[in-house]
């Protein structure tokens, strides 16, 4: 309830701009992390769309989450630059260490694993990003140490 409660006022703060429904779904997350599927409902109707649409839109982009992530969030770079640095033998790494596969919360809680494409690190690739922090040329040793302390 506390969490729909943020979501009708970022609604509300969002109706009236032309072209809401990405910068609301993109607050949504941030307040919350992840775009609940009982949110979708009062963002539909105060936009205007059906709720497909809003639905569509949400699973389209994989940046989304509709599940609440683990207390940690690791995500591998899979775009194109990273692919070319080892990003797909990482990701395969990362799922080792944490004991928790690419899209998957480890039953824990402690730590969600996704795949991302692109951080912006493309020239320092292969990139990881942990929580909110970048991570650039990240070797399987240096995965490692920058795992140490996640999922425990
Ligand atoms: Fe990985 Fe851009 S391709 S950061």
């Known amino acids: 309830a506390q969490d729909l409660a ?8 969002h109706r009236d701009t032309p072209g809401a429904l990405l910068p609301l ?3 949504v997350q941030d307040a919350l992390g ?3 599927d009982d949110a979708v409902p009062s963002i539909a109707r105060a936009l205007n769309l059906s709720r497909a649409e809003v639905h569509g839109v949400i699973t389209y982009y994989h940046f989304f989450r509709r599940e609440a992530p683990g207390r940690r969030v690791v995500q591998v770079c899979r775009a194109e630059a990273c692919q070319a640095c080892g990003g797909e033998a990482l990701l395969a790494h990362a799922e080792r260490i944490l004991g928790c596969q690419r899209h998957e919360t480890r039953a824990d809680g402690a730590v ?4 991302v494409y692109c ?3 493309c020239a320092s690739s292969p990139a990881v990003q942990i929580d909110d922090r970048p991570h650039a040329r ?7 140490q920058l795992l140490a302390d996640v999922g425990r």
């Open 6 to 13: 943020r979501v009708a006022e970022i609604v509300a703060a």
């Open 25 to 27: 779904l993109h607050a």
């Open 34 to 36: 992840h775009v609940p």
């Open 112 to 115: 969600t694993l996704e795949p």
């Open 119 to 121: 951080l912006g690190l």
């Open 138 to 144: 990240v070797t399987p040793e240096r995965l490692e």
